[in-house]
């Protein structure tokens, strides 16, 4: 078979994505002549619809998609999306093909949510628990419905029957994986754990199907074992793309292997790029080695090692990692700031960079500080110091819970006043923190409703209810006239809007808070002032939250015969928040331009995933025992679906391999200087001798 595709080979910043986008331009230009010759349609139309680009992630699917754009001069339609975007756009435009095979309803999917799939599976498997009489924490609850929903996503990006996991773990859970007493105490054998699982996976599945609902695990599900042996979705795919371009794609699930195996098969061109100290998302449902057997059928392009300090550290670092008793020194561009405690490290760490960039050693652009695990402690003490300096701090992919914002607790509470039965979920400081948050003036920065305005009326003019709580008229408070002009103004209007919003609600009887939220929005938040960006984010995570909390509701209702009230639903939603599992990025990574001078902050996961790089690498905890282990980077029992499985190595050997990729890796990324951040005592006052404490030993001390 002649080998029509392309298989590009590097390590770190080796020039895999530019070969890439060149390889695209001349495909394009190539293309386009042809088309010239027999216009059929618009150029634009046949490139847009022909060409296949995927992205191992999100932030990198929008840098991949700028590049092309500037290579072909935005003369294109060009459509870049992530492997699982890309099933999940497949599905949804040919979900008629399903209606058959899986006797769907004749309605097209709606897709769940992370958050709301863990409420409604919780809620589905409860009768099962009982059955085995287990009672949990809370924590533990979650810990295992999450890690069962794991484990079909795992299962289905692997391309496994959901009737195979309870044998796959039957055959490689080992005893430690036993992290819940409570199982402990009514499941005895190794058998029944992984049979359980699979019973409420198979459970969870047919609840889904016949509602019309899709997680991100029965997306992989439906596309490998329904849709692409599809022989009507088969030639379509022949009949759309004449091009697949896809990059990292060690990062990518091992059903896309037979994706681009058919595309080859069919001799489509393809290019792919592949980096052996990649790997960034083995553990989360990405299969390197089983992508890598595409090899063979394609040309391939070996690229040489590019980033300067990669060439000259890389073997003496693997050295060290094998021999943790190497005296043998690092380079000169190795150097280590060393404390007793951590909390001295932190502040040490902090000075270190102030001093640098005040004697223009570096700019804040060009350092990020990268610790294999980001506790509060040293977010909060590093951002605060940096910020005292002047040093802006750029903390990568922050998520934070959406009830963390004040402005949204205001409309959760502004809810609980117009809408009957949600009083238990009204306070007094709630109040008077609503009243604060909704007067404020940004353009003009001013407190309308100041805080002791705001306890003032709290006390004075709310009538606390678990029914019917309500806001009193001002005079209510008989001291009123000493509120201020401009604060009682606030208060009347607040005053008056949950008055007649109450009156409507009573008369229309809504379905749904949506239009109630979009007003309160609108007129307390909108008008007076400039949303700042991060609370701008946030109303609008959360507009799409309650949107699509009611759109599943409304799915359900269709299927249910016990309808929920208004008020039991609103209660379910505002629990769901207060749980904290909903979340948002206030600073996403297009809010920072490449002007911005700030400092980055990260996790090793985070960093690598963005495949950004930096002049100076400050390495925090070097000697935690962190950097070996996987932590929330790794899935419950990922290796064990693993395609060209299964692992003889010992856990203690895949932490080497892991942490060997992951050194390779991120010196890959730096153009000038490693600073290894060295505390004697971790934050628990214990001990460090983590497997880089050797490369302290032997560096050179700041």
């Given at each position: 078979?002649?080998?029509?595709?392309?298989?590009?080979?590097?390590?770190?910043?080796?020039?895999?994505?530019?070969?890439?986008?060149?390889?695209f331009?001349?495909?394009?230009e190539?293309?386009?002549?042809?088309?010239?010759?027999?216009?059929?349609?618009?150029?634009?139309?046949?490139?847009?619809?022909?060409?296949?680009?995927?992205?191992?992630?999100?932030?990198?699917?929008?840098?991949?998609?700028?590049?092309?754009?500037?290579?072909?001069r935005?003369?294109?339609?060009?459509?870049?999306?992530?492997?699982?975007?890309?099933?999940?756009?497949?599905?949804?435009?040919?979900?008629?093909?399903?209606?058959?095979?899986?006797?769907?309803?004749?309605?097209?999917?709606?897709?769940?949510?992370?958050?709301?799939?863990?409420?409604?599976?919780?809620?589905?498997?409860?009768?099962?628990?009982e059955?085995?009489?287990?009672?949990?924490?809370?924590?533990?609850?979650?810990?295992?419905?999450?890690?069962?929903?794991?484990?079909?996503?795992?299962?289905?990006?692997?391309g496994?029957?959901?009737?195979?996991?309870?044998?796959?773990?039957?055959?490689?859970?080992?005893?430690?994986?036993?992290?819940?007493?409570?199982?402990?105490?009514?499941?005895?054998?190794?058998?029944?754990?992984?049979k359980?699982?699979?019973?409420?996976?198979?459970?969870?599945?047919?609840?889904?199907?016949?509602?019309?609902?899709?997680?991100?695990g029965?997306?992989?599900?439906?596309?490998?074992?329904?849709l692409l042996?599809?022989?009507?979705?088969?030639?379509?795919?022949?009949?759309?793309?004449h091009?697949?371009?896809?990059?990292?794609?060690?990062?990518?699930?091992?059903?896309?292997?037979?994706?681009?195996?058919?595309?080859?098969?069919?001799q489509?061109?393809?290019?792919?790029?592949y980096?052996?100290?990649?790997?960034?998302?083995?553990?989360?449902?990405?299969?390197?080695?089983?992508?890598?057997?595409?090899?063979?059928?394609?040309?391939?392009?070996?690229?040489?090692?590019?980033?300067k300090?990669?060439?000259?550290?890389?073997?003496i670092?693997?050295?060290?990692?094998?021999?943790?008793?190497?005296?043998?020194?690092?380079?000169?561009?190795?150097?280590?700031?060393?404390?007793?405690?951590?909390?001295?490290?932190?502040?040490?760490?902090?000075?270190?960079?102030?001093?640098a960039?005040?004697?223009?050693?570096?700019?804040?652009?060009?350092?990020?500080?990268?610790?294999?695990?980001?506790?509060?402690?040293?977010?909060?003490?590093?951002?605060?110091?940096?910020?005292?300096?002047?040093?802006?701090?750029?903390?990568?992919?922050?998520?934070?819970?959406?009830?963390?914002?004040?402005?949204?607790?205001?409309?959760?509470?502004?809810?609980?006043?117009?809408?009957?039965?949600?009083?238990?979920?009204?306070?007094?400081?709630?109040?008077?923190?609503?009243?604060?948050?909704?007067?404020?003036d940004?353009?003009?920065?001013?407190?309308?409703i100041?805080?002791?305005?705001?306890?003032?009326?709290?006390?004075?003019?709310?009538?606390?209810d678990?029914?019917?709580?309500?806001?009193?008229?001002?005079?209510?408070?008989?001291?009123w006239?000493?509120?201020?002009?401009?604060?009682?103004?606030?208060?009347?209007?607040?005053?008056?809007w949950?008055?007649?919003?109450?009156?409507?609600i009573?008369?229309?009887?809504?379905s749904?808070?949506?239009?109630?939220?979009?007003?309160?929005?609108?007129?307390?938040?909108?008008?007076?002032?400039?949303?700042?960006?991060?609370?701008?984010?946030?109303?609008?995570?959360?507009?799409?939250?309650?949107?699509?909390?009611?759109?599943?509701?409304?799915?359900?209702?269709?299927?249910?015969t016990?309808?929920?009230?208004?008020?039991?639903?609103l209660?379910?939603?505002?629990?769901?928040?207060?749980?904290?599992?909903?979340?948002?990025?206030?600073?996403?990574?297009?809010y920072?331009?490449?002007?911005?001078?700030?400092?980055?902050l990260?996790?090793?996961?985070?960093?690598?995933s963005?495949?950004?790089?930096?002049?100076?690498?400050?390495?925090?905890?070097?000697?935690?025992?962190?950097?070996?282990?996987?932590?929330?980077?790794?899935?419950?029992?990922?290796?064990?679906?693993?395609?060209?499985?299964?692992?003889?190595?010992?856990?203690?050997?895949?932490?080497?391999?892991?942490?060997?990729?992951?050194?390779?890796?991120?010196?890959?990324?730096?153009?000038?200087?490693?600073?290894?951040?060295?505390?004697?005592?971790?934050?628990?006052?214990?001990?460090?001798?983590?497997p880089?404490?050797?490369?302290?030993?032997?560096?050179?001390?700041?």
């Amino acid at each position: 078979m002649k080998l029509t595709s392309l298989w590009i080979e590097g390590t770190t910043h080796a020039g895999k994505t530019t070969q890439l986008v060149k390889n695209f331009f001349h495909w394009v230009e190539n293309r386009c002549y042809k088309q010239s010759l027999s216009p059929i349609q618009s150029i634009t139309q046949n490139l847009a619809s022909s060409v296949l680009v995927l992205s191992a992630n999100d932030d990198n699917r929008r840098k991949l998609f700028d590049k092309l754009s500037s290579v072909t001069r935005g003369k294109y339609a060009i459509h870049c999306k992530t492997p699982l975007g890309f099933m999940r756009d497949e599905l949804k435009l040919f979900w008629p093909l399903l209606f058959e095979r899986l006797k769907l309803k004749e309605e097209f999917p709606l897709f769940l949510r992370t958050e709301t799939e863990q409420e409604f599976a919780t809620k589905l498997w409860k009768p099962y628990l009982e059955k085995y009489q287990i009672s949990f924490t809370k924590s533990n609850e979650f810990r295992f419905i999450r890690q069962t929903l794991d484990l079909l996503q795992l299962a289905s990006a692997s391309g496994v029957m959901v009737e195979d996991i309870s044998s796959i773990l039957e055959y490689g859970l080992q005893e430690e994986y036993y992290f819940l007493k409570e199982i402990h105490n009514f499941i005895n054998t190794k058998q029944t754990l992984p049979k359980l699982q699979q019973e409420l996976i198979t459970e969870w599945q047919q609840w889904c199907f016949s509602r019309g609902i899709v997680t991100y695990g029965l997306i992989y599900n439906l596309y490998w074992q329904y849709l692409l042996p599809n022989s009507q979705y088969r030639e379509c795919l022949i009949n759309r793309y004449h091009g697949v371009f896809a990059d990292d794609i060690d990062d990518y699930p091992a059903i896309t292997k037979d994706l681009f195996q058919f595309f080859i098969n069919h001799q489509k061109f393809c290019v792919f790029t592949y980096n052996p100290y990649g790997q960034v998302r083995l553990g989360l449902s990405a299969d390197p080695d089983y992508l890598r057997l595409i090899k063979p059928y394609c040309n391939t392009l070996i690229l040489p090692t590019f980033p300067k300090l990669f060439g000259i550290s890389s073997q003496i670092i693997l050295e060290q990692i094998d021999n943790p008793l190497s005296s043998k020194k690092l380079p000169y561009f190795f150097t280590s700031i060393e404390t007793s405690s951590r909390a001295k490290l932190l502040k040490k760490t902090a000075n270190f960079i102030i001093n640098a960039i005040e004697n223009h050693q570096v700019t804040p652009k060009e350092i990020v500080i990268i610790a294999p695990g980001l506790d509060e402690i040293a977010r909060y003490t590093l951002i605060e110091t940096l910020s005292i300096a002047n040093i802006p701090v750029r903390l990568l992919n922050e998520q934070r819970p959406l009830i963390s914002f004040p402005i949204i607790r205001a409309l959760l509470t502004l809810l609980g006043l117009v809408f009957p039965g949600l009083g238990k979920f009204v306070e007094i400081h709630d109040i008077a923190q609503m009243l604060t948050t909704l007067s404020y003036d940004y353009e003009n920065h001013i407190m309308t409703i100041d805080p002791v305005r705001a306890g003032i009326l709290a006390d004075n003019c709310f009538y606390m209810d678990k029914q019917y709580p309500k806001l009193l008229p001002l005079e209510q408070y008989s001291r009123w006239d000493r509120i201020g002009a401009q604060a009682a103004e606030a208060y009347k209007k607040l005053y008056l809007w949950v008055k007649e919003t109450r009156y409507k609600i009573e008369k229309e009887q809504p379905s749904n808070p949506i239009e109630i939220i979009d007003s309160a929005i609108k007129i307390f938040i909108e008008s007076r002032y400039q949303l700042p960006h991060e609370q701008l984010l946030a109303l609008q995570e959360l507009t799409e939250t309650v949107q699509h909390f009611w759109e599943i509701d409304y799915r359900l209702q269709k299927y249910n015969t016990n309808t929920k009230s208004l008020t039991n639903n609103l209660i379910d939603f505002i629990q769901l928040l207060k749980k904290g599992i909903v979340t948002a990025n206030p600073k996403p990574e297009d809010y920072f331009s490449e002007k911005t001078d700030y400092v980055t902050l990260t996790t090793i996961f985070q960093y690598r995933s963005l495949r950004s790089s930096h002049n100076w690498h400050l390495w925090l905890d070097t000697s935690s025992h962190l950097w070996e282990t996987a932590g929330a980077s790794v899935l419950f029992c990922a290796q064990l679906f693993l395609r060209n499985q299964l692992s003889n190595l010992v856990e203690s050997e895949e932490n080497k391999k892991r942490l060997k990729r992951i050194l390779m890796d991120l010196l890959g990324r730096v153009n000038n200087e490693v600073i290894l951040c060295h505390s004697d005592l971790n934050i628990k006052g214990m001990y460090q001798s983590g497997p880089l404490s050797n490369l302290i030993n032997n560096s050179k001390i700041r």
